[in-house]
């Protein structure tokens, strides 16, 4: 079954260094998102991507933050100047059908870890 | 601003009774409601969807209730199994929209 692949599982950064999450999304897949889960608490949307450029971003999202769709597979997420509560796990997920119906399929996640 | 909620953290279910989740939701824009599964360290699963044209929606174990009336879902999985223990979150997206809002998650588990 195809899937959602992402890296690194888990990075640990010293506060204000740049971090790049990456993502594979699922091949035939058009739009890409960013979600984070910081612990215990729910899943929160970052920023959607479709035809190479951001289609929707939360406040969460601010000018730290960037997306980017170097080539034809990966989607990265790219952290400038990280900040202690930038500490998560930060999801990609890529939108697909399932039986007819738009379904978002999440990879396994990176953990940001930001000491 | 919790337009998606699940009130309950926990529920502690004694394995082969019914589980029921329960969701609610504030934005009557939102027309397609999911659950996903969670276990630890990996993401979120699909589990099953509803559209608001449905009041039910049936796959296998699990069953999916939308009361649009209340903004109101519910999952309800039986015969309850080990396997099941996991966090499940109920999600929603309005028509035209390409993003799920989440709440908060509760936390199944499945007792033997």
């Known amino acids: 079954e195809p899937e959602v692949t992402q890296t690194p599982s888990h990075q640990v950064t010293q506060m204000g260094q740049e971090v790049i999450l990456r993502c594979v999304p699922i091949?035939?897949?058009?739009?890409f998102y960013w979600y984070r889960q910081i612990l215990g608490q729910k899943v929160e949307f970052l920023v959607s991507f479709y035809n190479n450029e951001i289609s929707e971003k939360s406040e969460i999202f601010d000018d730290q933050f960037s997306v980017e769709r170097p080539d034809g597979s990966n989607f990265t997420l790219k952290i400038r100047s990280t900040k202690l509560e930038d500490s998560a796990m930060y999801f990609c997920?890529?939108?697909?059908?399932?039986?007819?119906?738009?379904?978002?399929?999440f990879g396994a996640g990176s953990r940001l870890t930001v000491l | 601003d919790q337009q998606v909620k699940q009130n309950s953290p926990s529920l502690s279910v004694q394995e082969g009774r019914i589980s029921i989740l329960n969701c609610d939701y504030t934005n009557s824009m939102f027309d397609y409601f999911l659950w996903y599964k969670k276990y630890p360290a990996e993401g979120p699963t699909f589990l099953i969807s509803i559209s608001s044209i449905k009041d039910k929606n049936e796959d296998g174990r699990f069953t999916v209730f939308l009361n649009k009336s209340a903004k109101h879902l519910s999952l309800h999985i039986v015969p309850s199994q080990p396997g099941d223990s996991a966090v499940y979150f109920c999600?929603?997206?309005?028509?035209?929209?390409?993003?799920?809002?989440f709440g908060q998650g509760t936390r199944l588990t499945i007792n033997p």
């Open positions: 997920a890529s939108l697909g059908q399932s039986s007819g119906a738009n379904v978002l399929t």
């Open positions: 999600a929603a997206s309005a028509f035209g929209a390409q993003k799920l809002v």
């Open positions: 091949s035939n897949h058009l739009y």
